[in-house]
């Protein structure tokens, strides 16, 4: 039997022409690339986790010599907001790379795991946001279709 998935995303064409990403965001996203701490990869990422209250709960890239002691950054803001706010549903998650040549980067698999399992304890899918300094955002509604064999807890 042959099986397929499909995955559902929008690009947004020069996202900074377009609006499409609010200007507070974009702005906070582009200054924490400058916190990343990325001394053995060069590549700053940052993240912005938007809550359902409107709070900004923010993380950046934390390299460790002891790889893979590190973790990327929006495993640092997703952990963060739900420490911060266990009840309260994650709306956006906004991640940014700093190079700017090529179309945005996507999550690793160890981040789309956490992602994904954020999503499924919250019981409510939220954006993703891809982008870069420049190019195009790529745009998730829900996690699931970029780890589709996921691990789960038994039912």
Known sequence: ????????????????????????IAERLEALLNTAHAPYSNYPVSSVVLMESGAMIVGTNQENAAFPSGLCAERVAVLAAKAAHPNEAIETVYIMTGESEREPAAPCG????????TELRQTKPFELILLNKTHNALAFTGVKGLLPFSFTLPR
């Open 1 to 24: 039997m042959k099986h397929q998935i499909t995955l559902h995303y929008r690009t947004y064409e020069n996202w900074r022409e377009n609006s499409v990403i609010p200007k507070e």
């Open 110 to 117: 160890s981040c789309r795991q956490v992602l994904h399992e």
